[in-house]
C-alpha cells in the first residue's frame, strides 16, 4: 500500500486542522492505520491509531482529547482532526499502516508502510 498525506500547514495557537492520509491499493479495510509525528530534534511519536475493527487509540500525553482519528473506507483515507493545537505540536506528521499485528501498533518500528509526512507548524 502506499500513502499521501496532506492537509498540513501554519496555524495559530487554539487553531484547528484536518489532516488526511489516502492510501492507494487494495484492502484498505485491512490495516490498521496510525498517525505519528516528528518534533524537530525529537524522537518520532505515536499519536492516535485506528484499528481495522473500527477501534481507535491515542497518545493522551500528548493530545488528551484534543484529536480525533477516523477513517473513511471507501475513500481510502484516514484523517486527523487536530483541535486547539499548541506550539508544541509543531511537528512532520506520519501517517502508517499495518495489517500483521493483532492490535494497532503504537510503535513505529512495527510499521512497514509510511507516508511521506505533512509538516503542522503552530505559531504562538
Known amino acids: 500500500v502506499q500513502l499521501q498525506a496532506s492537509g498540513g500547514g501554519l496555524v495559530q495557537a487554539g487553531g484547528s486542522l484536518r489532516l488526511s492520509c489516502a492510501a492507494s491499493?487494495?484492502?484498505?479495510?485491512?490495516?490498521?492505520m496510525g498517525w505519528f509525528r516528528q518534533a524537530p530534534g525529537k524522537e518520532r511519536e505515536f499519536v492516535a491509531g485506528?484499528?481495522?475493527?473500527?477501534?481507535?487509540?491515542y497518545n493522551t500525553d500528548s493530545v488528551n482529547g484534543r484529536f480525533t482519528i477516523s477513517r473513511d473506507n471507501l475513500k481510502n483515507t484516514v484523517y486527523l482532526q487536530m483541535n486547539s493545537l499548541k506550539p508544541e505540536d509543531t511537528a512532520v506528521y506520519y501517517c502508517?499502516?499495518?495489517?500483521?499485528?493483532?492490535?494497532?501498533?503504537?510503535?513505529?518500528?512495527?510499521?512497514?508502510?509510511w507516508g511521506q509526512g505533512t509538516l503542522v507548524t503552530v505559531s504562538s
Open positions: 485506528s484499528s481495522r475493527t473500527g477501534g481507535r487509540i
Open positions: 502508517a499502516a499495518d495489517r500483521v499485528h493483532a492490535r494497532v501498533p503504537v510503535q513505529g518500528r512495527e510499521y512497514v508502510y
Open positions: 491499493g487494495r484492502n484498505f479495510e485491512s490495516y490498521h
